[in-house]
């Protein structure tokens, strides 16, 4: 079961298996689901800077959680104010946010995933980060690692036209060895992760469809010095590092062509689907203990037969928990009753917990 408090004191308790908020637009059931994804992941899914989670009027931003695992139960609590921004796990301080990554697996379906698809290729970056940051501390380390250097990199780019030679090659060859590091694990987590996702497409589609998945580098061509050597130029015109590890991208195609342009509307929403299952099975095999699973409004995104796969589907994996929102309850319920599962409800009126923590289940 898992637990937790966001800042206006409201406590919600989730039980194993199904889990619904339901209210109507606006009154805060995303916010449930955030407030889990910063407990999790030290960070939110929706904003891109923690300030803007602030209440309205308030300066600061508290949220605690309890996650049992096995037998134990953890607290967690993340605590933000602009400036200051602290995660403690019973009551004891992380030295760094990214020693905590993992502790706890997560997998989010939000509205704005399409964007996995149709949008540029940091998207799909993120989501090959997110998913080994969780499993893989090591690949973790070498990511911050080589951000933090590319950042520096970036930096001495944009502060003059003719940079100090000297310390960007010191940076060059203090990029190579997490660069080719992150560039052989996301090679090798892509084949391992291209059968999980075919597996679920082409039971979706019925095997009627012929999609896939390539992993595209810069590093496929040649080592990062020798990327720095021959873009030089190029840098050095843009301020910025223009080849390396941080433009790998996913190729989505159908019949060999990009999924982005010629696939449909359903296609797409099949592929997404795929990819978050596979997502979910392959951190249930990686991690030490099953993911929890949040799905924001996918009666908004998924059409009933999607819908019931995708539930079906996760009703059967090794997962924790699974935290759904919708605006009503009636259309979850049936669904779940006729997939033979039972799901706890929460109702949220205006940011408020409307109705009491007792077992309301179907």
């Excluded at 407030?35 to 904003?47: N, R």
């Excluded at 079906?312 to 997962?319: A, L, P, Q, R, V």
Aim: charged letters at 25%.
């Amino acid at each position: 079961m898992t637990q937790f408090k966001n800042y206006t004191h409201q406590a919600f308790s989730f039980h194993p298996g199904f889990n619904l908020v339901y209210g109507t637009n606006g009154s805060g059931k995303t916010n449930v689901l955030d407030a889990i994804h910063y407990l999790a992941l030290g960070k939110s899914h929706f904003v891109p800077q923690d300030k803007f989670s602030i209440l309205q009027g308030e300066s600061f931003f508290r949220i605690e959680g309890l996650f049992k695992q096995e037998e134990e139960t953890v607290q967690w609590v993340l605590k933000f104010q602009p400036g200051t921004k602290r995660l403690e796990k019973d009551g004891k301080a992380y030295g760094r946010m990214q020693d905590h990554i993992g502790e706890v697996g997560l997998v989010m379906i939000a509205p704005d995933d399409l964007d996995l698809i149709d949008g540029q290729s940091q998207a799909r970056r993120k989501f090959i980060d997110l998913t080994l940051s969780q499993s893989d501390h090591i690949y973790l380390g070498h990511l911050a690692t080589y951000k933090r250097l590319l950042d520096q990199r970036n930096a001495l780019l944009k502060s003059s036209p003719s940079p100090d030679l000297g310390f960007l090659q010191a940076l060059n060859e203090k990029m190579t060895e997490p660069a080719h590091r992150i560039y052989s694990i996301r090679k090798k987590f892509v084949l391992d992760f291209l059968p999980l996702f075919y597996k679920y497409y082409h039971a979706i589609s019925k095997a009627k469809e012929n999609v896939e998945i390539r992993f595209q580098s810069d590093l496929d061509q040649a080592d990062l010095l020798t990327l720095f050597n021959q873009g030089w130029t190029q840098d050095l015109y843009a301020q910025y590092t223009v080849r390396g590890c941080h433009k790998d991208d996913l190729v989505f195609l159908k019949d060999g062509e990009p999924l982005k342009y010629l696939g449909s509307q359903g296609q797409k929403k099949t592929f997404l689907v795929s990819l978050f299952l596979a997502q979910s099975d392959y951190l249930s095999k990686t991690m030490d203990s099953p993911p929890i699973i949040l799905l924001d409004d996918i009666f908004d995104k998924l059409d009933d037969e999607r819908i019931r796969y995708l539930l079906h589907t996760i009703g059967n994996m090794s997962t924790r928990q699974v935290i759904i929102t919708d605006t009503g309850k009636e259309r979850l319920s049936a669904v779940l009753k006729d997939l033979g599962a039972q799901v706890h409800f929460i109702h949220i009126r205006d940011g408020l917990v409307n109705t009491p923590l007792h077992d309301e289940t179907t």
